[in-house]
C-alpha cells in the first residue's frame, strides 16, 4: 500500500462472526470518509467473515485484514490494529464496531473533533459519545440505558475523568497518543478496554473531547456482551479508582 498522507484515517474494525455485516460496515465507513483506510482484525471467524474481508480487499486498496488464530478479545484486538496502523504511518486511529451500532455518517465529525482541532487544543482523542446532550440511544429497554448510564457516572467520579461516555467503543486516537502508551500492559478485554484506553489518554495531560452520536443495535448476528465482561469492567474500575485515590497518579508526559 502506499503511504498515507497526513490526517488519513485507518478505521479499525475487530469481528468475529460478522460476516451478514462486514460488507455493509465497510461501504458505510468508505462512503463516509473516501480518504479512509479500513483494517479488519479478524479472530479467527467460522462464519468466513475474514475471506470476504479477503475479496473487498482484492478490490479496495483502501482495504486490509489482519487475521489472528482465534477469539483473543476486543482489547487485544485494538492493540493489534493499533500497532499496525502505527507501522504504516498511520497518524489518526479509529475504533468502531462491525455490528452497524456506531452511525458511520458521523465519522467526519468524529475525525475532524480530533484532525482539525487547533494544536494549542492538544486534543488526543475524540469520543462518539451517547451520553452527552445531543446523544441518544434507539430501542433500549430502561434497565439497559439505566445500567449503561450508572456504570459511566460510577466510572467518571471514581476516576475523576470528566467524559460523559467512558464506555464508548466510537473513538479517534492521535497516532502519537496511542505511541507514547505502554501498550504491553493492556490486558483489558471487554468494554472495560475502552475505559483502560480513556484513563490512559487523560493521563498523557491531553484534551478528550466528545462528539453526541446516535446508537442503535445491531440487526445481524449475535452480541458479544456477556456477565464476565461486565464484572471484570465493575472490578478494574474500582480497582483503578482506589489506586488513582491512595497512590500517586501516574505520570503526565508531553
Not at 501498550?183 to 468494554?191: A, Q, R
Not at 498523557?204 to 445491531?218: A, H, S, W
Request: hydrophobic share 40%; proline share 4%; aromatic share 6%.
Amino acid at each position: 500500500m502506499t503511504h498515507p498522507t497526513l490526517h488519513e484515517p485507518l478505521v479499525i474494525v475487530p469481528t468475529y462472526n460478522e460476516a451478514e455485516n462486514v460488507r455493509d460496515i465497510t461501504r458505510r465507513i468508505l462512503d463516509a470518509v473516501p480518504t479512509a483506510h479500513l483494517l479488519v482484525v479478524d479472530d479467527g471467524s467460522p462464519d468466513g467473515t475474514g475471506d470476504i474481508v479477503d475479496e473487498l480487499a482484492a478490490t479496495d486498496e483502501r482495504v486490509h485484514l489482519l487475521r489472528r488464530s482465534g477469539k483473543l478479545g476486543l482489547g487485544t484486538a485494538y492493540v493489534a490494529g493499533f500497532r499496525w496502523g502505527i507501522e504504516h504511518g498511520f497518524d489518526l486511529l479509529v475504533e468502531m464496531d462491525a455490528d452497524g451500532s456506531h452511525p458511520a455518517d458521523r465519522l467526519p465529525a468524529l475525525i475532524g473533533a480530533v484532525a482539525d482541532a487547533d494544536p494549542a487544543d492538544d486534543v488526543l482523542l475524540a469520543i462518539g459519545s451517547r451520553w452527552m446532550r445531543g446523544g441518544s440511544v434507539v430501542d433500549w429497554p430502561k434497565r439497559r440505558e439505566f445500567l449503561s448510564r450508572g456504570a459511566n457516572t460510577y466510572a467518571r467520579i471514581l476516576l475523576g475523568i470528566d467524559v460523559h461516555d467512558v464506555t464508548a467503543g466510537f473513538r479517534a486516537y492521535r497516532a502519537d497518543a496511542i505511541a507514547r502508551m505502554d501498550l504491553e500492559s493492556i490486558d483489558s478485554k471487554g468494554y472495560c478496554f475502552q475505559i483502560d484506553m480513556t484513563l490512559r489518554t487523560h493521563d498523557l495531560g491531553g484534551r478528550i473531547v466528545e462528539v453526541p452520536i446516535r446508537f442503535r443495535d445491531r440487526v445481524h448476528g449475535v452480541s458479544k456482551m456477556s456477565g464476565d465482561i461486565i464484572v471484570e469492567a465493575m472490578l478494574r474500575t474500582t480497582q483503578w479508582g482506589l489506586q488513582r485515590r491512595f497512590r500517586p497518579r501516574r505520570s503526565r508526559r508531553r
